[in-house]
């Protein structure tokens, strides 16, 4: 490893350090499996209607430890996946939930444009999904940490890093052939309470979890082309 600069980097502790051990592909290879990857990827959809067949609990702990892996600010890890398998628990977070989304969709607190937007992915305020799955995992953001004689220890870029992680539970899960979507209701606040959790702690996303009904539908949608989300600075 290069010598340490205190000039450049005046706070760098340097510690122990071994060598990178990533993978290593041929240029072919590379191009096999950035195809193969893409096309896995871009069948994912976001699944509202799920089979009650059980899904075993490893799996959903495998895709935990996957998105454990995530890049965070500082190396911090700033979050926690809550991980709901009890039928009871289930139902109370569904009848929270829908509590919530009627008084979003019916009641005027969910703005009319933002309704229109997502009508055509045949949203609602039912959750009914969320009594049907097998598993239900909330990834809460540790917005600060804390230290063991309860001070706070400052979390920098949490949510940055928590939303990596979820981009990364959401791929893991669809590696293994389970869907998934991701379930915001607004405000969350009551999933702390619900759950437990400590203060420094905030809802984040609602994982459903499990198999798709046979008969499971998804909308007709387009993604943008790479031209459209790519681009270049000019010269």
Known sequence: MAEHDPDAY?????????????????????????ASFYQLMDSRRSVRQYSNRPVPRE???????????????????????????DPETKQLIREAAEEE???????????????????RLGTGWRK??????????????????LDDDGSRIKH??????VGIAAGMFIVALHN????????????????????????????????????PAEDAVVPVLGRKSLEEIISEPRP
Not at 101 to 119: H, K, S, V
Not at 156 to 161: G, M, P
């Open 10 to 34: 005046p706070y760098t502790d340097v510690g122990e350090y071994v060598p990178y051990a990533g993978p290593h592909f041929s240029e072919a290879e590379s191009r096999e499996r950035a």
């Open 59 to 85: 799996l959903v702990e495998a895709a935990i430890a996957t998105a454990g892996t995530a890049p965070s600010g500082a190396h911090q890890q700033p979050w926690t996946f809550v991980l709901i398998g």
């Open 101 to 119: 989304e009627r008084t979003n969709y019916l009641e005027g607190r969910m703005p009319e444009d933002w309704q229109r937007a997502i009508a």
């Open 128 to 145: 009914d999904y969320l009594g049907v799955v097998p598993w239900i995992v909330v990834l809460f953001e540790q917005r600060f940490g």
């Open 156 to 161: 920098d870029y949490a949510k940055e890093s």
């Open 176 to 211: 293994m052939g389970l869907a998934t979507l991701t379930h915001t209701p607004s405000p969350m606040a009551f999933l702390t309470k619900l759950l437990g959790r400590q203060s420094n702690e905030r809802p984040f996303v609602v994982f459903p979890i499990g198999y």
